[in-house]
């Protein structure tokens, strides 16, 4: 079993900041990537970003400049710092992994239960 336990959603401001923190555990062999998810109502789920174990990342246009991903492979985590928040990055944001099974040796992906991030006044 793996999981992916989220944590630091919540309700701020426009122009605020919040660090989301996503931790994995279980049956992992070696992560190769882990990447930030999110979903808005009535949209579909998109990436905002991503990182590979040796430290690759890749942005979503609309957050490159606003948001900084980064991980601790010792810790299998990952976070999200999100500064100068604007309302349209209300959304429940999932983290994602994708990693090699120290139970078959087969790579697979996981999903987070999502955590919500309201940007409001």
């Known amino acids: 079993q793996v999981q992916l336990v989220e944590s630091g959603g919540g309700l701020v401001q426009p122009g605020g900041s919040l660090r989301l923190s996503c931790a994995a555990s279980?049956?992992?062999?070696?992560?190769?990537?882990m990447g930030w998810y999110r979903q808005a109502p009535g949209k579909e789920r998109e990436l905002v970003a991503i990182i590979t174990s040796g430290g690759s990342t890749n942005y979503a246009d609309s957050v490159k400049g606003r948001f900084t991903i980064s991980g601790d492979n010792a810790k299998n985590t990952v976070y999200l710092q999100m500064s100068s928040l604007k309302p349209e990055d209300t959304a429940v944001y999932y983290c994602?992994?994708?990693?090699?099974?120290?139970?078959?040796?087969?790579?697979?992906?996981?999903w987070g239960q999502g955590t919500q991030v309201t940007v409001s006044s």
């Open positions: 994602n992994a994708d990693f090699i099974s120290s139970t078959d040796f087969y790579a697979r992906a996981h």
């Open positions: 279980g049956s992992i062999f070696r992560i190769n990537a």
